[in-house]
Structure formats: C-alpha cells, structure tokens
C-alpha cells in the first residue's frame, strides 16, 4: 500500500525550529517529486516547497523563502522540512504530498500523508 | 503568481441534486488542474487530475472540463457522502495555488 506518515510537529516559540519528517512506503520514492502543503486552521491549502526526486532541484513559496529547507534522503525513503525562524503565521497542519507523474516537479498529489499539526506560540 | 478564484464559497444542496463549482485562473493554465475533495480532519483527496480525468476508484457522478482560464467540476447526483470541502489546484507555474475552496453541506 502506498502510503506517507509525517511527524515531528509540536508547539514551538516565536523564532525556533523544528523539522518535520515523512516516511514514504509502498512506491520507488526516488522517482518522484514531492512537496510539503499546509492548512492554517479553518482555512485553504497553501504550497510551500518541492523538491525533484533526485533531491537536486529545489522549489519554496516566498512566505517561507529563506526560512524552510526541504531536503530528502532516498535511502532511507524520507522527507524533511527543516523550518526556522518560525512565526505565528507558520500555524498549520502540514502535509506531505506525492506528485502522480515519474520525472516531473509540479503534477496532481496523489498522495498525501495525515499531516502534523505545527503550532507556533510563546 | 497565478491567482484561483474558486465560486461558490459554500453551498447548500439536496440529496440527488446536480451540484457544480467553477475554477477562474487568472491566467491561461491550459489543462494543469486538480480537484481536490477534503472531508473535516482529513487529508486532501485527489478527484479529477488534468482538467477532466478521473482519478482511479472515483465514482463517476464526479466530473470536471475546461481549459484555459476557466474550469467547471460537477457532482452529478448529490450524495451525503459527499459532504466536504472542495478546491481547486493549478500546477502550471510555480508556485502551485490552490482555489479558496467550496464547502459543500447537505440542504
């Protein structure tokens, strides 16, 4: 079965970090781009990185440019999003996603893990 | 950025009844468009991918067209089932924007 299982959210303070991991089983997780999506609470669905299947290219939203690294390590079929800095807007389920298609960076998410809730207060 | 403007915001519809949400980009996306349906506490599930195809193991009261800037999803036949929030998603530039979304309740 495919399947994705994020974790490390929590509660963090205004201007800490914290990195979020997602375990993906069940698909050759080195063919295919993935990205991180996330939902404040009660609103929509915001994009904020992607990353190639190689790990080679890159991609953010501007609100977290500079501040958030996605990377992958496909030994071990795992995502991450370290995240800095971290502001009470950055309040949200996070998600990891899954593009449907081999070899390319933006698609249809297929796939998405049950998400981590990540709360940013003092 | 490529803006989603996504209409109606909620609507509220019988058992049965044909239902329809239309997706407005405000730019030409050509076919890159997603449908998404998400239930309350829930990931996000994929419905229709590339405008009009059905993702696999969808039923087939839901539908989708169009191309260009504007795009049209439709549940033919109203089921308690259905009962979610629905967005629309283009992935033709980055970064990747999602419609505001439309909630859908039972009348």
């Known amino acids: 079965e495919v399947q994705l299982l994020e974790s490390g959210g929590g509660l963090v303070q205004p201007g800490g970090s914290l990195r979020l991991s997602c375990a993906a089983s069940?698909?050759?997780?080195?063919?295919?781009?993935m990205s991180w999506v996330r939902q404040a609470p009660g609103k929509g669905l915001e994009w904020v990185s992607a990353?190639?299947?190689?790990?080679?290219?890159?991609y953010y939203a501007d609100s977290v440019k500079g501040r958030f690294t996605i990377s992958r390590d496909n030994s071990k079929n795992t995502l991450y999003l370290q995240m800095n800095s971290l502001r009470a807007e950055d309040t949200a389920v996070y998600y990891c996603?899954?593009?449907?298609?081999?070899?390319?960076?933006?698609?249809?998410?297929?796939?998405w893990g049950q998400g981590t809730m990540v709360t940013v207060s003092s | 950025d490529i803006q989603m403007t996504q209409s109606p915001s909620s609507l509220s519809a019988s058992v049965g009844d044909r239902v329809t949400i239309t997706c407005q980009a405000s730019?030409?996306?050509?076919?890159?468009l997603n449908w998404y349906q998400q239930k309350p506490g829930k990931a996000p599930k994929l419905l229709i991918y590339d405008a009009s195809n059905l993702e696999t193991g969808v039923p087939s009261r839901f539908s989708g067209s169009g191309s260009g800037t504007d795009f049209t999803f439709t549940i033919s036949s109203l089921q308690p089932e259905d009962i979610a929030t629905y967005y629309c998603?283009?992935?033709?530039?980055?970064?990747?924007?999602f419609g505001g979304g439309t909630k859908v309740e039972i009348k």
């Open positions: 996603a899954k593009v449907f298609s081999v070899t390319v960076t933006t698609d249809a998410f297929d796939i």
């Open positions: 069940g698909f050759t997780f080195s063919s295919y781009a």
């Open positions: 730019q030409d996306i050509s076919n890159y």
């Open positions: 990353i190639s299947g190689s790990g080679g290219s890159t």
């Open positions: 998603q283009q992935y033709d530039n980055l970064p990747i924007t």
